[in-house]
């Protein structure tokens, strides 16, 4: 059977099995965006940028799908749900929200229904007496072959493990921290004031209470860094400002060395990532690739094959990614320059490559070869041919 029969195969079923879970697991799916009590560690600048530049070179990926024999399928409709999944979510949103879904809660449940593909919240799961994994949403048990679970492996066959858990203390901690230092200069660096009085305090006497009650309204309006207020008092009365109980440079000595502890959970050590990323972006964009990305994609293609194709049809998803596109432009140049004189590529394959139209001529698509690239016994018919109007060490095959 072809893969096209197969799938169409899988969408009869789909379309059958959903007018069953349309108004339960449907209900639940629609509603499947990133809500979590734990949401505030975006507010993290540092982890926020960590997740950004891992979860954007996940989604910059392309799907293929590969048959049997090794080739790209194109235009198969895998790679159009994949693109456009679901009506509320593009192709782009998707693979970054069960990116971050991934780094965060160690897992993400990519469901299929009729030709969508959405993620499911709050699943269940659980390992039946025949092995064979059973999930729950709700009180609603979700067909097996229509859900896949993607998880962030650690030591438990049924839990992904993310941030959250990794490096629960640590990031309790670091969000403390931040958000006492917000807090302070919000309120104008925590200003506070002590008032002496010589006579004793008596909530019975009216007279001190007003007094009391007029000062504190005085310095509570002070919301403008020019606004200034003058306060009589009477004998006996004295008012002086305290320093800020929050110690700036111990909060920030304390962020400096553990925000970059939470990069380490998410599989990157900050300190080599921003080294790499102040003096060579190639590199920096390399490194984040083989310590993240590739894992992530690796994970996906094997779940999202075992999502849509039968175990021995032989057909796969892959994502692919240029990694030409971490390298300077300049750089590109000389590697297409090179790809051309060793017959790697066509004059045209190169330009595509640089972002230049192709020519489409007949001397564009030929390969060419560089004469020191030829056998010295070869060299005297080197010369034979050349491009025209090119270099006169180079000849066509």
Known sequence: MGVRDMFSNFLVRQVEKSKLYQSTVGNKIRMSSYYNANDDILQSSDVYELMQDISNQVALATPVVIAPNGEEIENH???TILKRPNAYLTGYEFSK????????????????????LHLVNNVGIEIDENL???FKSGGTEIPSDSIRHIKNIGLNTTKG?????????????????EKVLTDKYVKGGLL???????????????????LVKSILDQLESIDDARSVKM???????EIEGLKSPVDDAAILNYLGVYKKELGKYLGINVDTYQALMKVDLEKAMMYLHNKAVRPILKNKSEHYSK???MPDSGYRIEWKINILDFVPYSTKTNIAYNMVRTMITSPDDSREMLGFKRLNTEESS????SKDLIDSKELSGATDVSLKGGDKNEREL
Do not use: C, H, W
């Not at 506070?192 to 209470?209: C, E, G, R, V």
């Open 77 to 79: 409709k895998l790679v």
């Open 307 to 309: 999502l849509f194709f």
């Open 97 to 116: 929200l069960e990116t971050n879904e991934l780094l965060i809660n160690g897992e993400y449940f990519p469901f299929t229904m009729e030709d969508e």
């Open 132 to 134: 064979n994994p059973r």
């Open 231 to 237: 306060i009589p008092l009477g004998r006996g009365y």
């Open 161 to 177: 493990v993310g941030i959250l858990t990794l490096a629960k203390n640590t990031l309790d901690g670091v969000m403390s921290a």
């Open 192 to 210: 506070a004031f002590l008032l002496k009085l010589d006579a004793n305090i008596n909530p019975t006497n009216a007279a001190q209470s007003k």
């Open 366 to 369: 030929k390969l060419y070869v």
